[in-house]
Antibody, heavy 118, light 112 residues
């Protein structure tokens, strides 16, 4: 069974940093692109970033470029999102998502809440 | 970036009746391999989103056959042949042709 378990969310002040982690199991992690998607409270879904199987390609939505860094450790079956210079508008539930072979997102984690507030 | 729009944004439906959601993209989602890279997701209240339809018209594993997707290029449609109470939630389309992938604003389906 595919499982994606996020951790690392919490309350942080504007300008602060946070590192999210996602532990993957139930599939060959190193064979899939992986993605972070976020959802602000009461709002829709926003694709944040993705990373190729070997980490050689990464893409970001414009609003996080230069502030967020996606990475992975295939030996640990783990995905990460380093978030720096956090803003109030980054407040959201962050989902770890497996990018399917033929689709953008075939499995989703339960999400971890990041709150940016003073 | 590719901009996705959906209509309607709110969709009240009587159980047993059909429902239809439209999704449009600002650029064609047709890849050179002949596939349209358009997915549909359903987020039920209090849950993470789940994949319903991929590559425009393919149902994900376990998705009831009352759900169907169609369209090509920039215009796509999700249809539910007979709405059931368990279908309530927010439906999102998403383009997976080129990063950054982008979602539509969502269509909230509820029961009349």
């Amino acid at each position: 069974e595919v499982q994606l378990v996020e951790s690392g969310g919490g309350l942080v002040q504007p300008g602060g940093s946070l590192r999210l982690s996602c532990a993957a199991s139930g599939f060959t992690f190193s064979s899939y692109w992986m993605t972070w998607v976020r959802q602000a409270p009461g709002k829709g879904l926003e694709w944040v970033a993705n990373i190729k199987q070997d980490g050689s390609e990464k893409y970001y939505v414009d609003s996080v470029k230069g502030r967020f860094t996606i990475s992975r450790d295939n030996a640990k079956n783990s995905l990460y999102l380093q978030m720096n210079s956090l803003r109030v508008e980054d407040t959201a539930v962050y989902y770890c998502v497996r990018e399917g072979i033929k689709c953008g997102a075939d499995y989703w984690g339960q999400g971890t809440l990041v709150t940016v507030s003073s | 970036d590719i901009v996705m729009t959906q209509s309607p944004l709110s969709l009240p439906v009587t159980p047993g009746e059909p429902a239809s959601i439209s999704c449009r993209s600002s650029q064609s989602l047709l890849h050179s391999n002949g596939y349209n890279y358009l997915d549909w997701y359903l987020q039920k209240p209090g849950q993470s989103p789940k994949l319903l339809i991929y590559l425009d018209s393919n149902r994900a594993s376990g998705v009831p056959d009352r759900f169907s997707g169609s369209g090509s290029g920039t215009d796509f449609t999700l249809k539910i042949s007979r709405v059931e109470a368990e279908d309530v939630g927010i439906y999102y389309c998403m383009q997976a042709l080129q990063p950054p992938f982008t979602f539509g604003p969502g269509t909230k389906l509820d029961i009349k």
